[in-house]
Structures are given as structure tokens and as C-alpha cells.
């Protein structure tokens, strides 16, 4: 059913809007000796974050559904926490940010899986090439951990 979908859709959005906003903070605020190769690092992964944004709201759309209407209801609609409290350290930054992509691309499998149920391959056919850009985005940031 597309309002399924549709609400498997919003979860994905939120997600990566409040992943968004994390590593665009994060891009402002890290600091420590890897600063320049994380803040282009992390400043990359929103810019990429952030051209998705469109593409998953206008599908929710094209499902005859509403996309969320504000900050607060793509906050609500997420599985991603918001924000930390204070500013982390460049490694907490990285394990946020390997543990929300990890969320994120759980959430983004499950949405899948329903459109391929359902035969929705408009559907289908955004999400598989996020997914594959989300599992490259964490795989750069695992690999930026200190050992």
C-alpha cells in the first residue's frame, strides 16, 4: 500500500535531515589534529545528505502523500537522535556518525524491501543508489577511526 511506503519514506527523511544537520554541526565544530581532512570529510557527506533531502520528499509526494511540514515533525518522524549534548570529540563525532548511517541504512532497507513488495519500483529505484551512497558514507568514516 503507497501510504505504507509513503510513511517508510518519511522515516528516511527524517533521518537524513536530522543526519544532515548532525555532520553539518559537526563540520562547524570539530577540531583536533584531523581537522582539515574531517571538515571536508564531513562538509562532503551533508552537501551529498542534503541533495537527497528533495528527492525523497518529492516521492512521498508522487505516493499522493504529505512530506513533513517542519524541522520538528522530521525530528519526530526519525530514528536518529537530534543532537548531542555539547560538542564531541572528533572520534565521538566519527561513532555518532557510523551509528547513524547504520540506522540510517536499516531504515532505508526496510523501505525498500516494502516498495519491492508492493511493485513499487519508482521507489525502488531511489533508494537502492542512496543506500549504496549511505554504505560509502559510513565506510569513510569507519575508516577515519583511530585505531
Do not use: C
Amino acid at each position: 500500500m503507497s501510504s505504507d511506503i509513503a510513511k517508510s519514506l518519511t522515516r528516511v527523511l527524517g533521518n537524513s535531515y536530522v543526519l544532515y544537520v548532525k555532520t553539518h554541526s559537526y563540520h562547524w565544530n570539530v577540531t583536533g589534529p584531523n581537522f582539515h581532512a574531517l571538515h571536508n570529510l564531513f562538509e562532503e557527506q551533508y552537501r551529498q545528505i542534503w541533495a537527497s533531502l528533495d528527492d525523497i520528499a518529492e516521492r512521498i509526494r508522487a505516493l499522493d502523500e504529505y512530506a513533513p511540514v517542519s524541522a520538528r515533525v522530521m525530528a519526530e518522524a526519525a530514528n536518529i537522535e537530534e543532537s548531542d549534548n555539547g560538542v564531541p570529540s572528533s572520534q565521538v563525532m566519527l561513532k555518532n556518525l557510523v551509528a547513524d548511517q547504520t540506522l540510517w541504512i536499516k531504515d532505508a532497507e526496510e523501505a525498500l524491501e516494502a516498495a519491492s513488495e508492493e511493485g513499487d519500483t519508482g521507489t525502488e529505484d531511489l533508494l537502492a543508489p542512496l543506500i549504496s551512497a549511505h554504505e560509502k558514507m559510513r565506510w569513510m568514516l569507519k575508516s577515519s577511526l583511530a585505531d
